[in-house]
């Protein structure tokens, strides 16, 4: 994955927070964008983390922390699925990975919008976290996609050059080329 300098490196300290978030909102779909819908949904690990499910997992969080938490709205008046729990990472068949990448980014879009009428010191009440600032949602945020786009980066970079190295030993071996993003890594 490239490296995506924030689009602000001094300032006020709003500006720099929101600077970094859609920086690492960035990152985050730099980590799925240009893989096929296959690879996109490839599980490499036990959890539900694929690179698709990643972002919509960040979609729901988008939903959760400023429609929910900022704005109160119940869970049925958010724009998606807004619950914190393995759902968020489940993508549904017909979902492509263009889908998915929209609807985060729009999600992102009225997080924006939302956060637009709080100062970073408001607060709202989140039923396990307690109070919670514009500030800390920020911040929270800002480490959750810097995470899952590491995760999303590893996964990635599992699915490419393991692909890459088994086009080079198909060529002289198939049979000794293995498929980790096959199911049971068959050859």
């Not at 960035?26 to 980590?31: F, G, K, P, S, V």
């Not at 911040?139 to 995760?151: C, Q, T, V, W």
Request: aromatic residues 6%; contains cysteine.
């Amino acid at each position: 994955m490239m490296f995506i300098w924030p689009r602000l490196t001094t300032g006020p300290e709003r500006l720099m927070l929101e600077s970094l978030l859609d920086r690492n909102r960035q990152a985050l779909i730099d980590t799925a964008r240009g893989l096929s819908e296959t690879d996109a949904r490839r599980r490499l690990v036990v959890s539900l983390t694929t690179p698709i499910g990643l972002i919509k997992h960040a979609a729901t969080a988008e939903r959760i922390w400023f429609q929910r938490t900022l704005l109160g709205l119940d869970e049925s008046a958010c724009d998606g699925y807004a619950t914190g729990d393995d759902g968020s990472f489940v993508v549904a068949d017909g979902e492509a990975l263009a889908d998915v990448i929209a609807e985060f980014e729009r999600a992102s879009e009225r997080s924006r919008v939302i956060a637009a009428d709080f100062e970073l010191d408001d607060t709202r009440a989140h039923p396990r976290a307690g109070d919670v600032s514009l500030r800390f949602v920020y911040l929270l945020l800002i480490e959750d996609f810097a995470r899952h786009a590491g995760h999303g980066d590893i996964l990635r970079e599992q699915i490419t050059a393991a692909r890459q190295a088994c086009d080079r030993t198909a060529a002289v071996s198939p049979a000794t080329c293995r498929r980790p993003w096959r199911v049971g890594g068959s050859r």
